[in-house]
């Protein structure tokens, strides 16, 4: 079992979702209207109550595509969160099969760190500012609505979850069963629960924040925060630190809301492909430039970049995925499969973050078991039945069990 929490507080000494909701995006206007250069200097708030229907329409057009683009950047992420968690930490994950530590596992586990949960967190305020935020935010009751679900969501899941999976850690004997144990395993999570909390604290003060202050008061506390992240341990720390991230996709999700196409949509495959490979080579140049004494900084800049690196896949597995010398009949047919299962992975990347670590674990031992510790096999059965087993868990619960729904933070009431 990987101690999440451990890694993503170790930016301090050196080194997941929210919802979204998504139609074909229309192209840029060759210059804007009187109306939009008029509202270019208006508050966004002013800004979406003096919208003309025509452009309100191509807008809401582009939130449904964005919508669908950013759960395929969530079901890329959450791969790398399997994987992440498959090699594991030099004492947890298929790390720990071996006397010694294998080094380029150890900086692909390094590398992922500083990008893949950073990506969730921009991803939650870009849904925010998208699909919450607006002219009549905290009103009518919204805000009340918004606490609800945050709780229902995030709270839920690691109230349901947390118990069992300290309990089977305890069955497998990695930690010791006392009652503080287990009600520090909810209320102050060390594993993968750790996601949850900071969350929830991050959602809950930021929505505080914008309907009691404004923007500009709220990314500047969002730098103070961070700021003062590297001042603190734990929950505080990751807190503070992880709300930047959000207070960076809340500023990116006010930039679209009113956009009338995707950015980037208009880029053939060729230059989608070259951007890409551009932002994995600057990823890869600021780990290592930065990874060792300056971990933190390489995860704020990796993780900025990461986000912009998976929306460029997103949208070149949404329009490109099939080379433009197959027939037509293959690409209708065929054109839609890679965005669609990436669209699926993210709308259950809940359900893979809670059992891929179950389904991991449990491959590693019956491997152990069988005497398979070739690292190569360890990794590639580790992480197809981590998240193979997981989509299939929940292809087999989520229709047929209310409280699997409810368990995972997705019941109806």
């Known amino acids: 079992m990987e101690c999440v929490m451990q890694r993503n507080n170790s930016h301090l000494s050196n080194r997941k979702f929210s919802d979204s909701q998504s139609s074909d995006s229309q192209p840029p206007n060759c210059q804007p209207s009187d109306s939009q250069a008029s509202n270019s200097q208006a508050s966004p708030r002013q800004l979406a109550a003096s919208y003309s229907p025509q452009n309100f329409l191509q807008a809401a057009q582009t939130k449904r595509e964005l919508s669908r683009v950013l759960f395929v950047v969530r079901g890329i992420a959450i791969l790398f969160v399997v994987i992440g968690h498959v090699i594991g930490e030099s004492s947890s994950g298929i790390r720990q099969l071996y006397p010694q530590d294998l080094p380029l596992l150890g900086q692909v586990y390094n590398f992922i760190y500083t990008f893949h949960m950073p990506v969730f967190f921009i991803v939650s305020g870009l849904s925010f500012a998208l699909f919450s935020y607006g002219p009549s935010y905290g009103?009518?009751?919204?805000?009340?609505?918004?606490?609800?679900?945050?709780f229902k969501r995030l709270l839920i899941p690691l109230l349901c979850w947390a118990p069992m999976y300290f309990m089977l850690r305890c069955a497998t004997g990695q930690v010791q069963f006392t009652v503080e144990a287990l009600f520090k395993a909810v209320v102050l999570p060390d594993f993968i629960f750790w996601f949850f909390h900071v969350l929830f604290l991050i959602s809950i003060s930021s929505s505080l924040l914008l309907l009691y202050g404004s923007v500009p008061l709220y990314c500047l506390i969002s730098i103070l925060l961070l700021i003062t992240s590297f001042s603190f341990e734990g929950m505080i720390s990751a807190t503070f630190y992880f709300n930047f991230f959000y207070a960076i996709g809340f500023v990116?999700?006010?930039?679209?809301?009113?956009?009338?196409?995707?950015?980037?949509?208009?880029?053939?495959?060729?230059?989608?492909?070259?951007?890409?490979?551009?932002?994995?080579?600057?990823?890869?140049?600021?780990?290592?430039?930065l990874g060792g004494q300056f971990y933190s900084v390489a995860k704020l800049l990796n993780g900025t970049i990461g986000f912009g690196m998976l929306y460029w896949m997103a949208l070149l597995f949404n329009t490109h995925c099939l080379s433009a010398q197959l027939s037509a009949q293959l690409s209708a047919q065929y054109s839609q499969i890679i965005p669609s299962w990436f669209e699926h992975l993210g709308r259950i990347s809940m359900s893979i973050y809670l059992m891929h670590v179950m389904f991991g674990s449990a491959t590693r031992i019956f491997l152990v078991k069988l005497g398979v510790m070739a690292p190569a096999l360890?990794?590639?059965?580790?992480?197809?039945?981590?998240?193979?087993?997981?989509?299939?868990?929940?292809a087999l619960l989520r229709p047929r069990l209310k409280l699997f729904r409810y368990s995972i933070g997705e019941a109806k009431t």
């Not at 995707?262 to 492909?273: D, E, Q, R, V, W």
């Not at 360890?378 to 929940?394: I, K």
């Open 139 to 150: 009103q009518d009751g919204k805000l009340g609505r918004l606490f609800s679900s945050r």
């Open 252 to 289: 990116f999700g006010l930039g679209l809301k009113q956009a009338d196409y995707l950015p980037f949509s208009t880029l053939k495959k060729p230059a989608l492909t070259a951007v890409i490979g551009l932002a994995g080579l600057t990823m890869l140049i600021v780990y290592w430039s």
């Open 378 to 394: 360890q990794l590639t059965l580790g992480f197809g039945v981590s998240l193979l087993g997981s989509v299939a868990l929940d």
